[in-house]
């Protein structure tokens, strides 16, 4: 095997070991987009896990905010549901996340 091929192999497994290590929450159905009152007439943006598996040390729901939904990644999940292609889903989201925690006008 040529020294190319070689590290072409490497490469490609470094790659392979990075994309399946971890699994983001963001591209499981049960990540839900919710909101939060922000004052009269305006809320946040929130995520919640509808399978209950974010939970503070003491028990309760951990709610998330929106803008950090690509952050959440973990080793394993029983819950896991992908709903597509993991790395295109999160190339996508990741451009139209908004860069902070922002509120936003209620209409009726
Ligand atoms: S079910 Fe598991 S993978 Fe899906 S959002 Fe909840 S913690 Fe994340």
């Known amino acids: 095997m040529s020294q190319a091929a070689v590290n072409a192999e490497t490469e490609t497994l470094s790659y392979s070991e990075e994309c399946t290590g971890k699994i983001y929450c963001a591209n499981c159905s049960h990540c839900k987009l919710i909101t939060s009152p922000a004052g009269q007439d305006q ?9 209950g598996k974010w939970k503070k040390k003491m028990g309760e729901e951990k709610i998330h905010k929106y803008f950090t ?7 394993s999940c029983d819950a896991y549901e992908p709903m597509g292609d993991e790395e295109e889903y999160m190339r996508e989201l990741r451009k139209t996340l908004p860069s902070k925690d922002e509120s936003y006008d209620r209409y009726y």
């Open 69 to 75: 939904v690509s952050r959440r990644s973990i080793d």
């Open 43 to 51: 809320f946040y943006l929130r995520v919640r896990c509808d399978a």
